[in-house]
């Protein structure tokens, strides 16, 4: 599902227009985005929760020239499943 079918998905569900559900879930994500990128979490109870991980600096390998390479410190975001996601897909 790419972002046009949630955002039809949803409209139908909530009984919106396109336009409508397309600027709530754009705010959304920018949202989530924007708590980010401020180092909050984000938590949805019974969805998941957003937050980002710090990758500390390491020495890595490249494969194709067998040279060592350092790899520098990064932060990623993650998401973990809660328990009410994690259910109604294991059905």
Do not use: W, Y
């Amino acid at each position: 599902m790419n972002k046009t079918e949630l955002i039809a998905a949803a409209a139908e569900k909530a009984g919106l227009s396109k336009k409508d559900t397309e600027a709530v879930i754009t705010a959304t994500l920018a949202s989530i985005t924007e708590a980010l990128q401020n180092d909050d979490k984000v938590q949805l109870v019974g969805f998941g929760s957003f937050e980002v991980k710090k990758r500390a600096a390491r020495t890595g390998l490249n494969p194709r020239t067998k040279e060592t390479i350092e790899i520098p410190a990064s932060a990623v975001p993650t998401f973990k499943a809660g328990k009410a996601l994690k259910d109604a897909v294991a059905k």
